[in-house]
Protein backbone atom coordinates (compact mmCIF):
# COMPACT_ATOMS: atom_id res chain seq x y z
CA UNK A 1 0.00 0.00 0.00
CA UNK A 2 1.59 3.02 -1.51
CA UNK A 3 -0.87 5.74 0.64
CA UNK A 4 -2.94 5.28 3.66
CA UNK A 5 -6.46 6.72 3.43
CA UNK A 6 -7.28 9.69 6.14
CA UNK A 7 -8.37 7.50 8.83
CA UNK A 8 -11.79 8.02 10.20
CA UNK A 9 -12.01 10.49 12.87
CA UNK A 10 -12.24 9.80 16.74
CA UNK A 11 -15.45 10.14 19.08
CA UNK A 12 -15.48 13.33 20.70
CA UNK A 13 -15.37 12.24 24.70
CA UNK A 14 -12.81 9.93 23.33
CA UNK A 15 -10.92 12.36 21.33
CA UNK A 16 -10.70 14.34 24.68
CA UNK A 17 -9.55 10.81 26.49
CA UNK A 18 -6.49 10.36 24.24
CA UNK A 19 -5.47 13.93 24.94
CA UNK A 20 -5.26 13.44 28.62
CA UNK A 21 -3.32 10.43 28.24
CA UNK A 22 -1.18 10.93 25.07
CA UNK A 23 1.77 12.02 26.95
CA UNK A 24 1.78 8.64 29.57
CA UNK A 25 1.02 6.26 26.41
CA UNK A 26 3.23 5.92 23.23
CA UNK A 27 0.91 3.95 20.53
CA UNK A 28 4.60 3.04 18.61
CA UNK A 29 6.13 0.36 20.72
CA UNK A 30 9.30 -0.69 19.91
CA UNK A 31 10.76 -4.02 21.49
CA UNK A 32 13.27 -1.98 23.35
CA UNK A 33 11.09 -0.24 25.46
CA UNK A 34 8.63 -3.60 26.35
CA UNK A 35 10.98 -3.66 29.79
CA UNK A 36 10.08 -0.05 30.94
CA UNK A 37 6.37 -0.63 29.89
CA UNK A 38 6.91 -4.03 32.49
CA UNK A 39 7.57 -1.56 35.43
CA UNK A 40 5.11 1.23 34.60
CA UNK A 41 2.64 2.37 37.20
CA UNK A 42 -0.44 0.26 35.98
CA UNK A 43 0.78 -3.02 37.11
CA UNK A 44 1.23 -1.46 40.69
CA UNK A 45 -2.54 0.24 40.47
CA UNK A 46 -3.52 -3.27 39.77
CA UNK A 47 -2.37 -4.88 42.87
CA UNK A 48 -4.68 -2.73 44.64
CA UNK A 49 -7.60 -3.39 42.73
CA UNK A 50 -10.60 -4.89 45.04
CA UNK A 51 -11.18 -7.95 42.97
CA UNK A 52 -13.98 -9.02 45.74
CA UNK A 53 -16.17 -6.74 44.16
CA UNK A 54 -17.52 -5.10 48.04
CA UNK A 55 -17.55 -8.69 49.35
CA UNK A 56 -19.41 -10.00 46.55
CA UNK A 57 -16.42 -12.91 45.47
CA UNK A 58 -14.19 -15.39 47.25
CA UNK A 59 -10.65 -14.37 45.65
CA UNK A 60 -8.37 -17.21 45.48
CA UNK A 61 -5.03 -17.44 43.51
CA UNK A 62 -4.33 -21.04 42.62
CA UNK A 63 -1.18 -22.72 40.82
CA UNK A 64 -2.30 -25.69 38.54
CA UNK A 65 -0.44 -27.96 36.08
CA UNK A 66 1.00 -26.21 33.19
CA UNK A 67 1.56 -27.64 29.97
CA UNK A 68 3.48 -30.99 29.23
CA UNK A 69 7.42 -30.17 30.64
CA UNK A 70 6.62 -26.66 31.38
CA UNK A 71 6.12 -24.42 34.47
CA UNK A 72 2.91 -24.55 36.45
CA UNK A 73 -0.14 -21.68 35.53
CA UNK A 74 -1.16 -19.35 37.91
CA UNK A 75 -5.19 -18.86 37.95
CA UNK A 76 -7.05 -15.82 39.71
CA UNK A 77 -10.20 -17.58 40.93
CA UNK A 78 -13.53 -15.31 42.25
CA UNK A 79 -16.54 -16.89 42.84
CA UNK A 80 -19.32 -15.96 44.74
CA UNK A 81 -19.67 -17.22 48.38
CA UNK A 82 -22.79 -19.31 48.12
CA UNK A 83 -23.53 -22.61 46.22
CA UNK A 84 -23.76 -23.00 42.05
CA UNK A 85 -23.48 -24.15 39.51
CA UNK A 86 -23.40 -21.15 37.71
CA UNK A 87 -21.67 -19.83 34.58
CA UNK A 88 -17.98 -19.57 34.29
CA UNK A 89 -16.12 -16.50 32.88
CA UNK A 90 -12.48 -18.26 31.40
CA UNK A 91 -10.40 -14.80 31.35
CA UNK A 92 -7.44 -14.15 29.40
CA UNK A 93 -5.57 -11.04 29.41
CA UNK A 94 -4.39 -8.74 27.18
CA UNK A 95 -1.03 -6.72 26.80
CA UNK A 96 0.21 -6.90 23.24
CA UNK A 97 1.58 -10.83 24.33
CA UNK A 98 4.46 -8.98 26.02
CA UNK A 99 2.93 -7.25 29.14
CA UNK A 100 0.68 -8.20 31.61
CA UNK A 101 -0.96 -11.06 33.93
CA UNK A 102 -3.87 -12.02 35.24
CA UNK A 103 -5.22 -8.95 36.89
CA UNK A 104 -5.19 -6.85 33.75
CA UNK A 105 -8.75 -6.30 32.46
CA UNK A 106 -10.58 -8.67 34.91
CA UNK A 107 -12.27 -5.57 36.75
CA UNK A 108 -14.10 -6.04 33.03
CA UNK A 109 -15.48 -9.89 33.64
CA UNK A 110 -15.69 -9.50 37.16
CA UNK A 111 -18.72 -6.71 36.80
CA UNK A 112 -20.51 -9.03 34.39
CA UNK A 113 -19.83 -11.92 36.73
CA UNK A 114 -21.70 -9.44 39.82
CA UNK A 115 -24.42 -8.91 36.88
CA UNK A 116 -24.70 -12.32 35.87
CA UNK A 117 -23.80 -14.68 39.28
CA UNK A 118 -20.92 -15.74 37.74
CA UNK A 119 -17.51 -17.39 38.29
CA UNK A 120 -14.30 -15.71 36.40
CA UNK A 121 -11.38 -17.45 36.31
CA UNK A 122 -8.18 -15.62 34.82
CA UNK A 123 -5.17 -17.04 33.62
CA UNK A 124 -1.55 -16.20 33.52
CA UNK A 125 0.15 -16.37 30.75
CA UNK A 126 4.03 -16.86 30.08
CA UNK A 127 5.07 -13.42 27.78
CA UNK A 128 6.80 -12.76 24.45
CA UNK A 129 9.43 -12.44 23.86
CA UNK A 130 11.35 -14.50 26.20
CA UNK A 131 8.42 -17.37 25.47
CA UNK A 132 8.18 -17.14 22.02
CA UNK A 133 4.86 -19.54 20.57
CA UNK A 134 3.41 -22.17 21.28
CA UNK A 135 4.08 -21.01 25.56
CA UNK A 136 0.74 -18.69 25.71
CA UNK A 137 -1.87 -20.48 23.90
CA UNK A 138 -0.78 -23.55 25.36
CA UNK A 139 -0.38 -21.92 29.02
CA UNK A 140 -4.36 -20.48 28.40
CA UNK A 141 -5.02 -24.28 27.36
CA UNK A 142 -3.80 -25.86 30.37
CA UNK A 143 -5.85 -23.53 32.60
CA UNK A 144 -9.09 -24.11 30.87
CA UNK A 145 -8.47 -27.73 31.29
CA UNK A 146 -8.19 -27.73 34.65
CA UNK A 147 -10.77 -25.46 34.83
CA UNK A 148 -13.20 -27.60 33.24
CA UNK A 149 -12.22 -30.72 35.31
CA UNK A 150 -12.51 -29.13 38.70
CA UNK A 151 -15.98 -26.69 37.55
CA UNK A 152 -17.40 -27.96 40.22
CA UNK A 153 -15.32 -27.50 42.75
CA UNK A 154 -15.65 -24.05 41.65
CA UNK A 155 -19.23 -23.87 42.17
CA UNK A 156 -19.07 -23.66 37.84
CA UNK A 157 -21.32 -25.43 35.86
CA UNK A 158 -19.62 -27.46 32.77
CA UNK A 159 -22.31 -26.97 30.36
CA UNK A 160 -21.98 -22.83 30.59
CA UNK A 161 -18.10 -21.80 30.25
CA UNK A 162 -17.54 -18.81 28.22
CA UNK A 163 -14.13 -17.33 27.47
CA UNK A 164 -13.67 -13.98 27.49
CA UNK A 165 -10.47 -11.29 26.45
CA UNK A 166 -9.48 -8.04 25.11
CA UNK A 167 -7.08 -7.06 22.84
CA UNK A 168 -4.21 -10.01 22.53
CA UNK A 169 -6.37 -11.89 25.38
CA UNK A 170 -8.98 -11.30 22.62
CA UNK A 171 -6.82 -13.42 19.94
CA UNK A 172 -5.32 -16.07 22.69
CA UNK A 173 -9.79 -16.52 23.03
CA UNK A 174 -10.19 -16.90 19.44
CA UNK A 175 -7.04 -19.38 19.31
CA UNK A 176 -8.32 -21.06 22.30
CA UNK A 177 -11.96 -22.06 20.62
CA UNK A 178 -10.00 -23.22 17.32
CA UNK A 179 -7.61 -25.00 19.78
CA UNK A 180 -9.92 -26.95 22.10
CA UNK A 181 -12.30 -27.63 18.64
CA UNK A 182 -9.54 -29.47 17.13
CA UNK A 183 -8.21 -31.01 20.31
CA UNK A 184 -11.89 -32.22 21.38
CA UNK A 185 -10.98 -30.33 24.25
CA UNK A 186 -13.40 -28.42 27.03
CA UNK A 187 -16.58 -27.45 25.58
CA UNK A 188 -17.09 -23.63 25.30
CA UNK A 189 -20.52 -22.18 25.20
CA UNK A 190 -18.93 -18.98 23.38
CA UNK A 191 -16.19 -16.47 22.64
CA UNK A 192 -16.34 -13.25 23.47
CA UNK A 193 -13.20 -11.67 21.68
CA UNK A 194 -13.17 -7.70 22.02
CA UNK A 195 -11.20 -5.94 20.04
CA UNK A 196 -8.93 -9.08 19.46
CA UNK A 197 -5.19 -9.11 17.80
CA UNK A 198 -5.62 -11.96 15.08
CA UNK A 199 -2.95 -11.47 12.41
CA UNK A 200 0.06 -11.31 12.23
CA UNK A 201 0.50 -10.20 8.59
CA UNK A 202 -0.20 -6.07 10.10
CA UNK A 203 -0.82 -5.07 6.66
CA UNK A 204 -4.66 -4.13 6.73
CA UNK A 205 -5.77 -0.66 5.12
CA UNK A 206 -6.43 -0.11 8.95
CA UNK A 207 -2.93 -0.66 10.30
CA UNK A 208 -1.63 2.10 7.63
CA UNK A 209 -4.63 4.48 8.14
CA UNK A 210 -3.79 4.36 12.24
CA UNK A 211 0.10 4.40 12.49
CA UNK A 212 0.94 7.03 14.80
CA UNK A 213 -2.63 7.64 15.96
CA UNK A 214 -4.61 5.99 19.50
CA UNK A 215 -3.11 3.83 21.71
CA UNK A 216 -1.62 0.65 19.41
CA UNK A 217 -0.44 1.30 15.64
CA UNK A 218 1.23 -0.68 13.21
CA UNK A 219 4.54 -0.12 14.69
CA UNK A 220 3.88 -1.91 18.14
CA UNK A 221 1.81 -4.04 16.67
CA UNK A 222 4.88 -5.29 14.61
CA UNK A 223 6.88 -5.31 18.05
CA UNK A 224 4.21 -7.58 19.95
CA UNK A 225 4.08 -9.64 16.86
CA UNK A 226 7.74 -10.31 16.03
CA UNK A 227 8.59 -10.84 19.75
CA UNK A 228 5.80 -13.93 19.39
CA UNK A 229 7.27 -15.39 16.33
CA UNK A 230 10.62 -13.92 15.70
CA UNK A 231 11.47 -13.84 11.82
CA UNK A 232 8.38 -16.10 11.08
CA UNK A 233 5.95 -13.20 11.21
CA UNK A 234 4.37 -12.79 8.07
CA UNK A 235 5.77 -15.46 7.06
CA UNK A 236 3.86 -18.63 5.05
CA UNK A 237 4.33 -20.70 8.36
CA UNK A 238 2.36 -19.36 10.81
CA UNK A 239 -0.06 -21.34 12.50
CA UNK A 240 -3.65 -20.48 13.23
CA UNK A 241 -3.03 -21.11 16.97
CA UNK A 242 -0.89 -18.01 17.32
CA UNK A 243 -2.97 -16.16 14.74
CA UNK A 244 -6.08 -16.95 14.62
CA UNK A 245 -6.81 -14.55 10.98
CA UNK A 246 -4.86 -17.44 9.39
CA UNK A 247 -6.81 -20.31 10.19
CA UNK A 248 -8.21 -21.81 6.92
CA UNK A 249 -11.60 -23.30 8.48
CA UNK A 250 -13.99 -21.63 11.12
CA UNK A 251 -16.52 -23.83 11.06
CA UNK A 252 -18.20 -25.36 14.40
CA UNK A 253 -17.16 -23.07 16.52
CA UNK A 254 -18.91 -21.40 19.65
CA UNK A 255 -20.83 -18.57 18.80
CA UNK A 256 -18.73 -15.38 19.09
CA UNK A 257 -19.15 -11.74 19.93
CA UNK A 258 -16.72 -9.52 18.29
CA UNK A 259 -16.12 -5.73 18.50
CA UNK A 260 -13.50 -3.08 17.34
CA UNK A 261 -13.37 0.29 17.11
CA UNK A 262 -13.84 1.92 13.95
CA UNK A 263 -10.36 4.24 14.50
CA UNK A 264 -8.04 1.25 15.46
CA UNK A 265 -5.41 -0.44 14.33
CA UNK A 266 -6.90 -4.00 14.72
CA UNK A 267 -10.67 -3.12 12.62
CA UNK A 268 -9.91 -4.69 9.36
CA UNK A 269 -8.65 -8.22 11.01
CA UNK A 270 -11.78 -8.26 13.22
CA UNK A 271 -14.36 -7.73 10.42
CA UNK A 272 -13.12 -10.31 8.38
CA UNK A 273 -13.14 -12.62 11.02
CA UNK A 274 -16.37 -12.16 11.52
CA UNK A 275 -17.12 -12.31 8.17
CA UNK A 276 -15.39 -15.77 7.57
CA UNK A 277 -17.22 -16.89 10.54
CA UNK A 278 -20.28 -16.27 8.78
CA UNK A 279 -19.24 -17.54 5.58
CA UNK A 280 -18.05 -21.19 7.34
CA UNK A 281 -22.11 -21.22 8.50
CA UNK A 282 -21.32 -20.35 12.60
CA UNK A 283 -22.44 -17.60 14.58
CA UNK A 284 -21.27 -14.21 15.28
CA UNK A 285 -22.07 -10.40 16.54
CA UNK A 286 -20.19 -7.95 15.23
CA UNK A 287 -19.83 -4.71 16.55
CA UNK A 288 -17.70 -1.93 15.40
CA UNK A 289 -17.64 1.46 17.43
CA UNK A 290 -17.66 4.76 15.46
CA UNK A 291 -15.19 6.71 16.45
CA UNK A 292 -13.21 3.97 18.49
CA UNK A 293 -9.47 3.69 19.35
CA UNK A 294 -8.35 0.49 20.98
CA UNK A 295 -9.66 -0.17 24.45
CA UNK A 296 -11.56 2.90 24.58
CA UNK A 297 -14.11 2.03 27.01
CA UNK A 298 -11.14 1.41 29.70
CA UNK A 299 -9.84 4.48 28.98
CA UNK A 300 -12.97 6.40 28.57
CA UNK A 301 -15.54 4.19 30.75
CA UNK A 302 -18.42 7.03 30.93
CA UNK A 303 -18.38 8.43 27.41
CA UNK A 304 -21.60 7.53 25.23
CA UNK A 305 -20.05 5.20 23.27
CA UNK A 306 -18.53 2.95 26.08
CA UNK A 307 -21.09 2.97 27.98
CA UNK A 308 -23.42 1.39 24.78
CA UNK A 309 -20.63 -1.19 23.93
CA UNK A 310 -20.39 -2.64 27.78
CA UNK A 311 -23.97 -2.73 27.57
CA UNK A 312 -24.03 -5.14 24.10
CA UNK A 313 -21.33 -7.07 25.63
CA UNK A 314 -23.54 -7.64 28.94
CA UNK A 315 -26.79 -7.96 26.79
CA UNK A 316 -24.49 -10.65 24.38
CA UNK A 317 -23.69 -13.05 28.18
CA UNK A 318 -27.13 -12.82 29.21
CA UNK A 319 -28.55 -13.85 25.99
CA UNK A 320 -25.89 -16.83 25.18
CA UNK A 321 -26.39 -17.88 29.08
CA UNK A 322 -30.03 -18.07 29.10
CA UNK A 323 -30.40 -20.15 25.98
Request: hydrophobic share 40%; charged share 20%.
Amino acid sequence: MTQAPPPPPFDPELAAALELIKDMISPALTMDEIADVRQGPGIEMLARLDLTMDGFFEVEDRVVPGPEGAPEVSLLICRPADAGPRPVIYHVHGGGLIIGNNRVGVDVPLTWAKELDAVVVSVEYRLAPEHPYPAQIEDVYAGLEWTAKHVAELGGDPQRIVVAGASAGGGLSAALALLTRDRRGPELIGQMLMCPMLDDRNDSPSTHQMAGRGIWDRTANETGWTALLGERRGGPEVSAYAAPARAEELSGLPPAFLDVGSAETFRDEVVAYASRIWQAGGVAELHVWPGGFHGFDGFAPQAVVSQACRGAQLAWLKRLLSG
